[in-house]
């Protein structure tokens, strides 16, 4: 049976290897929410259908720049009135939720401050972030892997000694620090009630640095110590 932490023979070293790197990102994502409101169902279907096409138009015109277009949710809300009897419709609520991502921080600015001048759009984002393969987080495995394998070559040079073998090496999480909507830090808020006569100026949008962290703990057996 082998014994869980060496022997005189085969002595045992465990240690953790950290690494941590701080890199731009890959991608931002914003959150579009167009809403409609009218005092019968069909005009608030009527109005949130041609916001909706005036968004969808507006993000396709850029072309590759937005890689992913999506419709989140969609709803269609009566509002009783507080008055009177029965259940009477006061008016009607309509909203979208479009999620937009990209990769071009340039035409970010530029998109972003576009569909918040829309009318009764709002804005939310960016969230800033890496792609899930993104090759930052297979860099990131790499040193913490190097900097265990050094952290055991100088405790067993401290006893005069080598590493011998490698026994386990356990994977302990490598993830960004950065997530969607994980920090409200570089989010910019906007909601446009009204079409603008002129065209707003685009925003400058200065991209958040992404913390990207792992952590490995591994074993080795190393050569008998003089002691």
Do not use: C
């Not at 731009?24 to 041609?50: H, K, W």
């Not at 809300?77 to 609520?93: K, Q």
């Not at 993104?134 to 495995?141: A, I, M, T």
């Not at 685009?202 to 002691?227: C, G, I, K, S, W």
């Amino acid at each position: 049976m082998t014994a869980p932490y060496g022997t005189a023979d085969a002595p045992r070293i465990a240690v953790r290897g950290e690494a941590h790197l701080e890199v731009d990102p890959e991608i931002a994502r914003i959150g579009v929410t167009v809403n409609a409101r009218g005092r019968d169902r069909r005009s608030a279907l009527d109005d949130l259908t041609r916001r909706n096409a005036a968004v969808l138009d507006l993000v396709k015109s850029y072309g590759e720049a937005a890689e992913r277009l999506e419709t989140g949710f969609f709803s269609i809300t009566p509002e009783l009135s507080s008055h009177g009897r029965g259940e009477r419709v006061r008016t009607y609520h309509g909203r979208v939720h479009i999620g937009v991502e990209l990769s071009d921080f340039t035409a970010l600015g530029e998109l972003t401050t576009r569909l918040a001048d829309l009318e009764l759009t709002r804005v939310d984002g960016p969230w800033w972030a890496l792609r899930p393969d993104s090759p930052v987080h297979r860099e990131v495995r790499q040193q913490a892997v190097r900097e265990a394998v050094q952290r055991a070559r100088e405790y067993a040079e401290a006893l005069g000694t080598s590493l011998a073998a490698l026994v386990e090496l356990a994977d302990i999480g490598a993830e960004s620090a950065e997530t969607y909507g994980a920090r409200p830090g570089g989010r910019a808020r906007s909601m446009a009630f009204a079409a603008a006569t002129e065209e707003a100026a685009p925003l400058d949008l200065e991209p958040q640095r992404q913390h990207v962290y792992a952590q490995v703990n591994a074993r080795f057996t190393m050569a008998p110590p003089r002691l």
